[in-house]
């Protein structure tokens, strides 16, 4: 853990339970959690209808099964951006040559997952993603293309 004010780095113990170790995830804080999106090792891809997520106070792994008749599939190199009480999963990679072009809400209120009725205008992977204080979800995408999602 890096304590920006005292600019340290501090290991901080913690049981690991049996979550698999993966690259390209993408993670939020909410309420003293850290919730795990996504990733991989790097194929296959870690399905999303489970959600890991770290406890900052007890220094414990967990994971919820999302509640959902639907989730995402699992994915790589997707951006994971937080609004309120929801998170915004745009995109992503399944496999080699194999790319989304979707968008998907998981409540962390009632964890469950919701599918927005429209796409991205092309497949993106290894993007990223920037929330605006008005609630505005831009994403930047490879050759300087910035998309704007509103959520209003």
Known sequence: MYKICMKTWHNTAYHRNNYSGRYRHESVHHNGKIFIFGGGSPFPTEHLNVVPYFDLQSN????????SAQNPEGRVAHSCNKINN????????KKPNFAFHDIW???LVYLVWHQLNVSLPRQIFFHSGAVT?????????A??????????
């Not at 929801?86 to 990679?93: D, F, P, S």
């Not at 204080?133 to 995408?141: C, F, P, T």
């Open 60 to 67: 414990k792994w967990s994971a919820i099964l999302a509640g």
């Open 143 to 152: 050759l300087n293309i910035l998309m704007e999602l509103h959520t209003d």
């Open 86 to 93: 929801y998170v915004i999963v745009t995109g992503g990679q």
């Open 133 to 141: 204080d008005n609630a505005h979800l831009y994403l930047s995408v």
């Open 105 to 107: 809400i998981f409540d």
